[in-house]
């Protein structure tokens, strides 16, 4: 019997330039990684700290003696608490309404033609191009006249006018690509209404991008700094960011480091849960296999 | 279990007509392949029959009723598409149930029902699955599943079979078969495939831009073609035609002189006329049976095992011939091709139509 090893093994010539590459892709990735994670990391460790341990040159990486106190001292210098109650109404309400809105617009400028269409797109995109900024005073004197200034509803308003334009240019490419025309021509066969033929089948195929949407437009709301110190400023009603902005002009970045660092901490917390929540549904590959590849 | 009356039905999409006034009557039970090339109208036209397009004008008619302002659901229509359309959230049970349960059937009815059509498109062990987790063959079968379960009046397919692989397609194409004679329910099928047509339809409608062209059973319009259209589209490999004047006593003159005498066996012409002659490929022999055509050189040999096809030139016209007496052909010896005068057909020039 011949022997296999009898052959010569063919040798890849670019192996060695295949593992440099990924050598360099790791330590830039890594570095970056650093570069992001390191002040989130100070953040966290110093909210289990003393003030007297912050200051220490020179630092401690680890907590020497772990303390849930700057915790409670947040709570008692500022209304961390209901502070983050208003953000998470305000950010919650926004994402529902503005997902629900921008759901049903995509779905009609996705699916019909009709004459204005264009015309539609077009103003949508436009809105797009407006620098927020600019938008202050008119958006600052609408609310008002509304008298809504320092109320709910409000910022939620204001919110949901400046997300839904994206979400629905978003929303329109996802039920244009991910969700065929015949899925919703099947399903009318079968019995269903315009109506229910959505609700049954193009909503549940297209949950990944409605999440994208709802999620983007949820954490939009909630790390928005700019509106809610202008419509929201007040007393009790203020938002987290907002309310985290006055603490540090007021002890946070000096005497109370410790616990201004553990209202930030708490302040992160929502859209981390949120995000190891859902995440599941931003996978996608929901869609697979509707029709041939 | 429904007959279907098609009355001048058109459809303009703005300003443009893509079907121009199509009229056709369907017969309960009937199994009728609409076949024509891409773009001439074949899934407008069933949609319209759906109710997924609006019609411009002409009348729908199922068991005579005009249904023409009846959205989808009302028509009691089943479709199966040729993207398969599952419902891809859902398991190939629910997809099948789906329309029962939107007709409020009971779950014993609805579980009864889906067993029975799972069990006849052998899916029973893939009823718990996503569509993504299927073969092409498999999610092929689930849409018709999908159709069968409600029983409906009229079963519409549109090219349902053309993401399907060659060997799959011919076991398809006798499922369905076999499925239309079990439940006798009127199908009406779109394919572009006329291979597909001849083999499953009782009837054919043979669709040219917008317009039909003939409608007639397989071999009528195999043997019988109403038009050049049709005889050209019909048959594989397709008929061969050639260009020439016919006389009044029979004699057809090729463009380069070349003469065939068909004598008593040529439809009457009335002095020369612009025709177009039509002869198929498994028409021509070597044999010497029948008449002269002329002396062909051979350019291409196929074999395909039980035949070879040949692809000649007789004065200086191409002609394709089946060989089924297994000779040895090679590139560049000539033979002598003979037809019978009645395997001949014979085509007016500029209006395509047969003559008699
Ligand atoms: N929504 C539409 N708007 C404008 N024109 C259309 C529309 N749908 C179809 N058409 C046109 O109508 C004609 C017929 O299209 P149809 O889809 O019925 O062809 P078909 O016979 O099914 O072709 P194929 O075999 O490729 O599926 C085509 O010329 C097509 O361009
Ligand atoms: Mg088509």
């Known amino acids: 019997m011949t022997s296999a090893t009898a052959f010569p093994v063919a040798k890849s010539r670019t192996r060695a330039g295949d593992a440099l590459t990924k050598a360099v892709i790791y330590i830039a990735l890594a570095m970056m990684l650093v570069y992001l994670l390191l002040p989130v990391y100070w ?21 020497a003696d772990p303390t849930l106190k700057p915790y409670e001292n947040a709570g008692l210098l500022i209304p961390m ?72 509803s409000g910022l ?62 949820f954490l939009n709301a909630w790390n928005d700094f700019l509106w809610a110190s202008l419509l929201l400023s007040s007393g009790e009603m203020k938002t987290i960011q907002v309310g985290i902005g006055e603490f ?23 859209a981390l849960i949120l995000f190891f929540f859902v995440q599941r549904w931003l996978v996608g590959g929901l869609t697979a296999g509707a029709v041939k590849a | 279990m429904s007959s279907v009356k098609i009355r001048n039905l058109r459809k303009s999409f ?32 069933l949609r319209m029959i759906a109710g997924l397009e609006n019609i411009t004008a002409g009348d729908v008619i199922v068991d005579d009723v005009i249904i023409n302002k009846l959205p989808p659901r009302e028509r009691n229509i089943a479709m199966v598409f040729q993207s398969y359309a599952l419902y891809p959230h859902m398991t190939v049970r629910r997809n099948m149930a789906f329309s029962l349960k939107l007709a ?7 579980a009864e029902k889906v067993a029975i059509a799972a069990e006849v498109l052998d899916l029973e062990h893939l009823l718990e699955r996503k569509p993504a987790q299927l073969s092409g063959g498999q999610r092929q079968r689930v849409a018709m599943g999908r159709a069968i379960v409600r029983n409906p009046k009229l079963f519409l397919f549109d090219e349902p079979l053309s993401n399907l692989d060659a060997k799959l397609r011919v076991q398809m194409r006798a499922e369905i078969k076999e499925m239309h004679q079990r439940l006798k329910t009127t199908i009406i099928y779109v394919t572009h495939d006329q291979v597909e047509a001849m083999t499953m339809a009782d009837r054919i409608v043979v669709m040219n831009e917008g317009n039909i062209e003939q409608v007639g059973l397989p071999m009528e319009l195999y043997y019988r073609p109403q038009t050049l259209f049709v005889a050209s589209f019909i048959g594989s490999p397709a008929m061969n035609t050639v260009e ?94 003979f037809a019978e005068p009645t395997d001949f057909h014979f085509f007016e020039k500029t209006s395509g139509e047969r003559l008699a």
């Open chain 1, 43 to 63: 953040m966290i460790k110093s909210s289990f700290q003393s003030n007297f341990e912050i200051q220490r040159i020179p630092p401690l990486w680890l907590p």
């Open chain 1, 81 to 152: 608490w209901r502070y983050i109650y208003n953000s998470l109404f305000v950010s919650a309400m926004t994402a529902f309404i503005a997902s629900g809105i921008s759901c049903t617009a995509a779905y009609v400028l996705a699916r019909f033609r009709f004459p204005g269409a264009t015309l539609i797109l077009a103003l949508i995109l436009i809105t797009q191009l407006v620098p927020p900024i600019t938008r202050v005073f008119p958006v600052y004197f609408l609310i008002q006249s509304f008298g809504m200034l320092n109320t709910y």
């Open chain 1, 156 to 217: 939620i308003f204001a919110y949901v006018g400046f997300s839904v334009p994206f979400a629905v240019l978003l929303l329109r490419g996802y039920f244009q690509t991910s969700c065929p025309p015949e899925l919703e021509e099947a399903a009318l066969m079968d019995g269903c209404t315009y109506f229910s033929a959505f609700w049954r089948v193009i909503l549940p195929v297209s949950l990944p991008g409605i999440a994208a949407v709802t999620i983007f437009t």
């Open chain 1, 248 to 270: 540090s002009t007021e002890g946070g970045s000096t005497e109370y480091q410790n616990a201004f660092m553990a209202a930030c901490v708490v302040s992160t917390l929502p």
């Open chain 2, 14 to 45: 703005g300003s443009l007509e893509v079907v121009h006034g199509v009229s056709l009557n369907i017969s309960d039970g009937e199994f009728v392949i609409l076949v024509g090339p891409s773009g001439c109208g074949k899934s407008t036209l």
């Open chain 2, 104 to 110: 409020g059937k009971d779950r014993a009815e609805i």
């Open chain 2, 244 to 337: 020439g004047k016919l006389s009044a006593n029979g004699l057809f003159r090729f463009s380069r002189g070349a003469e065939i005498n068909f004598g008593d066996a040529s439809p009457r012409s009335g002095g020369d006329k612009d025709v177009v002659l039509g002869i198929r490929p498994e028409n021509i022999n070597t044999r010497r049976q029948g008449i002269p055509i002329g002396e062909a050189r051979i350019r291409v040999v196929e074999p395909m095992g039980s035949e070879t096809l040949l692809s000649t030139s007789v004065h200086d016209e191409t002609f394709v011939f089946l060989d089924r007496d297994r000779q040895e052909f090679s590139v560049g010896d000539t033979r002598v091709l």
